[in-house]
């Protein structure tokens, strides 16, 4: 029988606390020698491929602990251009408080440990979260891929919803940050400028990988037993349902806060251009000043004073807004306006659906 | 001899009853399957311990599943019992309504090295189920099996302990959920978006329909013999669509409709705003 043994690599700890374990020294070196050695461009992440039983944890988790926002680790296998998912682990509610640090990192390294013993590949891949509704766009995302990022040359998150998963959806999603973003993100470069030369719009902050989803060929012959006979299942009964509107009102409740959000960001935009041009006025006022006071200097036979002074309040450069924020609300918005879409399309396949019935 | 007045001590809770019946979910079966095609190669079978919560009707609902490493020989059992207490343990903070209920061993049957590690998770928790997935399909069918047992002893010896399968409940609807398709085949290319999974519901319910239009034919037509049942099943089922005047439907519907129409509108708006403001944002200097 198969005995999967991922690659070892040094245990890892939750994002906001990064340690090494200590593996064993031997291994370390070996492995530092080994990453070294190749440096050639890593291939481009095609797909994601999860076990059954990895979908199914997930589900489970998210969903009993809904709508409270949930989090755990994946753990698999990087293989060439396919990202592997054969495992998974939930991580326990954090309060708010210091010690649930080290107490999260001690749980991660006894579940790893533990997962070790009976052959998991305790590779660690990624993350996975809860959603709701589709707003998983935030700050704190793209900071926990960073941090990942720097320990793991290719790591991915997987979003599922519970609440778009009661329309008869399976609402996974992979998702990654591009390269590009990432580089920018790294050199704090999302000022305008950058962005307008990168060509780098809200659009490809994340990219969405597909998934494909694997069994053994042991479950999958006992589900082929054990799959029962009706026709219909549950996931019809919720597909065909007629009652889809409070799914529509929370989606454009949150698309109207979101617009509301989007507008403030364009405000302090606004803002900022403002009292730029306002400095820039403000300069060149006082440019002139000095440089008739050079004059007067020159005329009176004195050195001429700098045209210059950093020590001038006037001259301290604005600090421009991140775009950031304003990026993130876009692709919520955006995701959305997609759900919507996708609904609307239901709905309108439903209510034919229902005509013809109802004629015949 | 009068009687004493009624002194009702409180019954034993159910806890101590044994449980009468189980139900199993899709992730338990998965881990089992998946921790068998891992299992180091000297061993034959993987035991492990069941997580779940025991329902006031006295139906064990097994919701999760971790293996415990453990060696077995002719005669004798080791399990790894502090392993066994730090999963719990990790287990535990996750979610804390999961107790001990039971625990697992693929194989087909029950051996006498199962009636040790049955002694030992007695020990844990009263009452523990014992499942067995027979991964071997000895029988030539996937057999799962859950049995409790009790103890036959003869007067003050403890003789043996004899289980006894109980009800066994797999109906997995969580597992429906994520759809029965994506669960059974070995490799599923994409999973299916919002649109071809309503294709493929309409279909099943095309199907269905036809199928019934095809008995309702066949009775009619004395070909089958008509079952009652069925006839009432079917009549209560057209019977609960509500009647409306067409005019009323039409309004409905219409109604319906335009809401429909509305959304796309409001979404298709929003893209275009977005997008013009993205450009005003990024837009050359205002210098």
Redesign the interface.
């Known amino acids: 029988m198969a005995n999967r043994k991922g690659l070892p690599k040094p245990f890892l700890c939750l994002a906001l606390v990064i340690l090494y374990a200590a593996a064993p020294g031997g291994m370390r070196s070996f492995l530092q020698a080994v990453s070294t050695v190749t440096e050639e461009a890593p291939t481009p992440l095609r797909v994601v491929q999860m076990e059954g039983l990895a979908v199914l944890k997930i589900i489970k988790h998210c969903e009993e602990f809904a709508p409270a926002l949930v989090t755990g680790q994946l753990l698999g296998l990087d293989v060439g251009s396919v990202l592997e998912v054969t495992n998974c682990f939930p991580f326990p509610i954090r309060e708010e408080d210091d010690e649930a640090d080290a107490d999260g990192a001690n749980y991660q390294l006894e579940m790893m440990r533990c997962l070790r013993e009976v052959n998991v590949d305790n590779n660690t891949i990624g993350w996975y979260q809860s959603c709701l509704l589709g707003s998983f766009q935030t700050v704190e995302l793209i900071e926990t891929f960073m941090n990942y990022q720097e320990n793991i040359r290719r790591c991915v998150c997987i979003v599922y919803d519970p609440s778009r998963s009661s329309q008869g959806v399976l609402a996974l999603k992979a998702l990654k940050l591009t390269d590009s973003f990432m580089d920018l993100y790294r050199n704090n470069g999302l000022t305008g400028e950058k962005l307008r030369e990168k060509k780098l719009s809200w659009v490809d902050i994340f990219e969405e990988i597909p998934i494909k989803v694997s069994n053994s060929a042991l479950v999958s012959a006992f589900m082929k037993e054990l799959e029962p006979e009706s026709p219909v299942t549950q996931c019809d009964f919720e597909r065909l349902k007629l009652s889809t509107a409070p799914f529509m009102e929370r989606n454009l409740e949150f698309l109207i806060g979101c617009m509301d959000d989007l507008s403030s960001e364009q405000n302090k935009f606004q803002y900022y251009y403002r009292n730029l041009s306002r400095q820039q006025s403000q300069q060149q006022a006082w440019l002139q000043k000095r440089r008739q006071e050079n004059m007067a200097r020159k005329a009176a036979g004195e050195e001429p004073l700098p045209e210059e002074d950093p020590s001038n309040p006037i001259f301290k450069p604005v600090p421009e807004p991140s775009r950031l924020d304003g990026y993130l609300v876009t692709n919520q918005i955006s995701s959305y306006c997609n759900h919507i879409n996708g609904v609307a399309g239901q709905n309108f396949n439903r209510l034919y659906l229902m005509k013809a019935l109802h004629e015949d | 001899m009068a009687t004493s007045p009624a002194l009702l001590f409180p019954s034993p809770s159910s806890a101590s009853s044994p449980p009468s019946s189980a139900r199993v979910?899709?992730?338990v079966?998965?881990?089992v399957?998946?921790?068998?095609?891992?299992?180091?190669?000297q061993a034959d079978r993987v035991i492990g311990t069941l997580l779940g919560s025991l329902l006031p009707d006295g139906t064990v609902h097994v919701?999760?599943s971790?293996?415990v490493?453990h060696s077995e020989s002719a005669d004798q059992v080791a399990i790894?019992i502090d392993?066994h207490h730090?999963?719990y343990a990790?287990h535990q903070?996750?979610?804390s309504k999961e107790v001990i209920v039971g625990w697992f061993s693929t194989g087909f049957g029950v051996s006498g090295g199962s009636t040790l590690i049955h002694e030992f998770y007695s020990r844990e928790v009263q009452n523990p189920i014992h499942l067995t997935v027979d991964?071997g399909?000895t029988r030539g069918?996937?057999s799962?099996k859950a049995y409790i047992s009790s103890n036959l002893s003869l007067g003050d010896r403890h003789l043996a302990a004899q289980f006894q399968e109980i009800p066994l409940d797999?109906?997995?609807?969580?597992?429906?959920?994520?759809?029965?398709e994506?669960?059974?085949?070995?490799?599923?290319?994409?999973?299916?978006?919002?649109?071809e999974?309503?294709e493929s519901?309409?279909e099943?319910?095309y199907?269905?329909i036809d199928e019934i239009y095809k008995y309702v034919d066949d009775v009619v037509e004395g070909r089958v013999a008509p079952d009652n049942r069925i006839g009432r099943f079917i009549s209560d089922s057209v019977a609960s669509?509500p009647k409306?005047s067409p005019a009323a439907?039409d309004k409905l519907?219409n109604d319906?409709?335009q809401d429909?129409?509305t959304?796309?509108y409001?979404?298709?708006i929003?893209?275009t705003q977005?997008s013009i403001?993205?450009k005003?944002?990024?837009a050359a200097?205002?210098?």
């Open positions: 979910e899709a992730v079966l998965f881990n399957c998946d921790s068998y095609v891992r299992r180091p190669d919701r999760n971790y293996v490493p790894d392993y730090n999963m990790s903070k996750v979610n991964t399909f069918e996937a799962i797999l109906r997995m609807i969580e597992a429906e959920k994520a759809g029965f994506i669960l059974k085949s070995t490799m599923v290319e994409k999973l299916p978006n919002d649109l999974g309503m519901s309409m099943k319910l199907i269905l669509m409306l439907f519907f319906k409709i429909n129409l959304l796309v409001l979404s298709s929003t893209r977005i403001a993205e005003l944002n990024t200097q205002v210098l």
